[in-house]
């Protein structure tokens, strides 16, 4: 069966604009989560989807980072007013139950952002 | 709140040479610890992970690591590397209630390999 996927797979924007980024999950997957790699840096938790609601998105950075699910499936990040330390790899990833400590998450390619 | 570290930054091996990957956590229960693998413009991919019992855990491509309370630390090895495993590799470490979902990565180790 097909992965996580994302799109797109690179985006440069400038500063000042809104960015939309997409993740599909795993089919039948009811968990969620989005993070942030930056260069030489781990990864950071952004927020995490039980079907619809957003039960933890404690990782966004500032107000203007949103996210949303729907259908219990797709999932857009949106970055309004984009800033140069927005730029990143976001990564998506979903399990199949959402106990995210004991399921395991399977990732997506990530979508490279880059803000000028 | 739990945390992880892994000390080494970057680390190169020969092919054939056995690995050895740092991790310590900071956590106060009993954690459950996870290795992702990531390739170079690849998503990141599970290669085992601790939840309880053996504390000698075996993963894929040959990989495993060992939970050692004592210490703090959940490192991974593999006996004899092979070209293919360069990569960068990330320890984690989620909290033990099912109303906690996130997962705390390190930052990472990039292994490289000497033909």
């Known amino acids: 069966g097909a992965g996580v996927s994302q799109s797109p797979s690179n985006k440069v924007t400038e500063k000042g604009k809104d960015v939309e980024l997409r993740c599909d999950p795993i089919?039948?997957?009811?968990?969620l989560y989005w993070y942030r790699q930056s260069l030489g840096q781990g990864l950071e938790f952004l927020i995490y989807?039980?079907?619809?609601?957003?039960?933890?998105k404690s990782g966004l950075p500032s107000d203007r980072f949103s996210a949303e699910r729907t259908g219990g499936s797709v999932s857009t990040l949106t970055i309004q007013r984009t800033q140069q330390e927005d730029s990143a790899v976001y990564l998506c990833?979903?399990?199949?139950?959402?106990?995210?400590?004991?399921?395991?998450?399977?990732f997506g390619p990530g979508t490279r952002l880059t803000v000028l | 709140a739990q945390s992880v570290t892994q000390p080494d930054i970057h680390i190169t091996v020969s092919e054939g040479a056995s690995l050895e990957l740092r991790c310590n956590y900071s956590?106060?229960?009993?954690?459950?610890l996870f290795w992702y693998v990531q390739s170079p413009g690849q998503g990141l991919q599970l290669l085992l992970k601790?939840?309880?019992?053996?504390?000698l855990v075996q993963g894929i491509k040959g990989f495993e690591a060992e939970f050692k309370r004592s210490q703090s630390s959940f490192n991974l090895r593999k006996p004899s590397v092979h070209w293919s495993d360069a990569a960068e590799y990330f320890c984690a470490v989620g909290a033990g209630y099912s109303s906690a979902s996130k997962i705390i990565f390190g930052s990472g180790t990039r292994l490289s390999i000497r033909p």
């Open positions: 989807f039980q079907g619809n609601s957003a039960p933890d």
């Open positions: 956590y106060g229960a009993t954690p459950y």
């Open positions: 990833a979903s399990s199949l139950h959402g106990e995210a400590n004991t399921d395991t998450q399977y």
């Open positions: 089919s039948g997957h009811t968990a």
């Open positions: 601790y939840f309880s019992g053996d504390t």
